[in-house]
């Protein structure tokens, strides 16, 4: 005899209220089936779409303010590279004797040597503000925490129209 022969010898054999009961459960089975398979994801998908598309909103006004922010910076003329020398020179200077600034073709490297951290933070704000960018650099801490000083060295890409 098969399985199935054997199943439907079985059912059969059930009183009418079993069957209603094993129905019932298999059908409750189905419902929680098709729940977690169909309806649940989508159902959270669907809620969760809301905040998501306020995360992508905010994200695209953010690029939207870079993009034009980048488009102003393009839009201003480029400054000639005997300006950028000297305002990287007169800042040199506020970087105290451990500073040194040498001038090779289209780049100016600024060598450190144990400068002080409040020197080097106030000279990099000054720099940024001129809107003077290192292209690399490279520091490394020197001294205790009472008594934090900076080694190392920067490089900056000079215009390249009116470069030495």
Same mark, same amino acid.
């Given at each position: 005899? !098969?399985?199935?022969?054997?199943?439907?010898?079985?059912?059969?054999?059930?009183?009418?209220?079993?069957?209603?009961?094993?129905?019932?459960?298999?059908?409750?089975?189905?419902?929680?089936?098709?729940? !977690?398979?169909?309806?649940?994801?989508?159902?959270?998908?669907?809620?969760?779409?809301?905040?998501?598309?306020?995360?992508?909103?905010?994200?695209?006004?953010?690029?939207?303010?870079?993009?034009?922010?980048?488009?102003?910076?393009?839009?201003?003329?480029?400054?000639?590279?005997?300006?950028?020398?000297?305002?990287?020179?007169?800042?040199?200077?506020?970087?105290?004797?451990?500073?040194?600034?040498?001038?090779?073709?289209?780049?100016?490297t600024l060598t450190l040597v144990?400068?002080?951290?409040?020197?080097?933070?106030?000279?990099?704000?000054?720099?940024?503000?001129?809107?003077?960018?290192?292209?690399?650099?490279?520091?490394?801490?020197?001294?205790?925490?009472?008594?934090?000083?900076?080694?190392? !060295?920067?490089?900056?890409?000079?215009?390249?129209?009116?470069?030495?």
């Amino acid at each position: 005899m !098969s399985a199935v022969a054997a199943l439907k010898l079985r059912w059969a054999a059930l009183a009418a209220r079993e069957r209603s009961a094993l129905l019932l459960a298999g059908v409750v089975l189905l419902a929680a089936l098709v729940w !977690s398979v169909l309806l649940g994801p989508a159902l959270l998908t669907l809620r969760d779409a809301a905040l998501k598309n306020q995360q992508l909103d905010r994200e695209f006004e953010q690029m939207q303010r870079l993009q034009a922010r980048a488009q102003a910076l393009q839009a201003e003329p480029a400054l000639a590279a005997s300006v950028v020398e000297q305002m990287l020179q007169g800042y040199v200077a506020t970087l105290g004797k451990g500073a040194t600034l040498q001038l090779q073709g289209e780049q100016a490297t600024l060598t450190l040597v144990r400068v002080p951290a409040q020197n080097l933070a106030q000279w990099l704000a000054d720099v940024r503000a001129a809107k003077l960018h290192p292209g690399t650099f490279h520091l490394q801490r020197d001294g205790a925490a009472a008594d934090v000083a900076w080694s190392g !060295s920067m490089v900056f890409q000079l215009p390249a129209a009116a470069a030495h």
